[in-house]
């Protein structure tokens, strides 16, 4: 009889053997069935992140938001619950700012081809006779149309047509107008389309039916 490395071991060493080779087979297959579990439990997260991800970008394109800019815009900041929609007389709507250049706003916003024109409503809203020729750029999902000068291509004028920028005392458009009246003294004219304009320190108020439809803020050199 022929005996092999197997039939020559001890009884007790076979039995140990087989003992380690199922426990090696045991952890294998855990591990196996481990890792599958593990994917399974993450795939929904990846699932949830990414519809996360689907669900906002189309806001932010809405917009007219740069998507590599977005989270630091004033509108992106509503989405996630932040708060940068002041309008602050003579200095900024929001993150933009007077006197900064073109080019800091389209970092920001997309904007529309620039348009050069002379606006009738300057009459009202500059010092009377002050009329400057602008390059006006818009972005109408925002609700914001920008005035640069000619010359050096910054930033003179902000128009805001939105409802949710708003100054500290709350005053935003849709507010009506006498509410405004109570919130400060201000410079009246009057347009002869029937608009009413409320001059103050860098800032204009434009009423119309009764409610406010348009606010601008500009240098406060400019003002009343």
Same mark, same amino acid.
């Given at each position: 009889?022929?005996?092999?490395?197997?039939?020559?071991?001890?009884?007790?060493?076979?039995?140990?053997?087989?003992?380690?080779?199922?426990?090696?087979?045991?952890?294998?297959?855990?591990?196996?069935?481990?890792?599958?579990?593990?994917?399974?439990?993450?795939?929904?997260?990846?699932?949830?992140?990414?519809?996360?991800?689907?669900?906002?970008?189309?806001?932010?394109?809405?917009?007219?938001?740069?998507?590599?800019?977005?989270?630091?815009?004033?509108?992106?900041?509503?989405?996630?619950?932040?708060?940068?929609?002041?309008?602050?007389?003579?200095?900024?709507?929001?993150?933009?700012?007077?006197?900064?250049?073109?080019?800091?706003?389209?970092?920001?916003?997309?904007?529309?081809?620039?348009?050069?024109?002379?606006?009738?409503?300057?009459?009202?809203?500059?010092?009377?006779?002050?009329?400057?020729?602008?390059?006006?750029?818009?972005?109408?999902?925002?609700?914001?149309?920008?005035?640069?000068?000619?010359?050096?291509?910054?930033?003179?004028?902000?128009?805001?047509?939105?409802?949710?920028?708003?100054?500290?005392? *709350?005053?935003?458009? %849709?507010?009506?107008?006498?509410?405004? !009246?109570? @919130?400060?003294?201000? #410079?009246?004219?009057?347009?002869? $389309?029937?608009? *009413?304009?409320?001059? %103050?320190?860098?800032?204009?108020?434009? !009423?119309? @039916?009764?409610?406010? #439809?348009?606010?601008?803020?500009? $240098?406060?050199?400019?003002?009343?």
């Amino acid at each position: 009889m022929i005996l092999t490395a197997e039939s020559r071991l001890p009884y007790h060493g076979r039995v140990a053997r087989s003992f380690l080779a199922a426990i090696l087979v045991w952890l294998g297959f855990s591990g196996v069935v481990g890792w599958a579990q593990c994917r399974t439990v993450l795939q929904p997260v990846r699932t949830v992140a990414t519809t996360v991800e689907a669900d906002t970008q189309p806001v932010f394109q809405k917009l007219g938001l740069r998507p590599e800019r977005a989270k630091n815009h004033p509108a992106a900041d509503s989405i996630v619950g932040g708060d940068d929609h002041l309008i602050v007389p003579g200095k900024r709507v929001g993150a933009f700012e007077i006197g900064t250049g073109v080019e800091s706003v389209r970092s920001r916003l997309r904007l529309s081809t620039p348009t050069r024109a002379i606006d009738p409503a300057y009459e009202f809203l500059l010092p009377l006779g002050y009329r400057p020729e602008r390059d006006f750029r818009e972005n109408r999902e925002r609700g914001l149309r920008f005035a640069f000068t000619v010359q050096d291509r910054k930033l003179n004028e902000i128009f805001v047509r939105n409802r949710v920028d708003h100054t500290e005392d *709350q005053l935003r458009v %849709g507010t009506s107008e006498n509410v405004l !009246v109570g @919130k400060g003294t201000w #410079t009246v004219r009057k347009s002869a $389309k029937g608009r *009413q304009f409320y001059l %103050g320190e860098g800032i204009t108020f434009v !009423v119309e @039916k009764d409610e406010i #439809t348009e606010i601008v803020v500009l $240098k406060k050199s400019l003002s009343r």
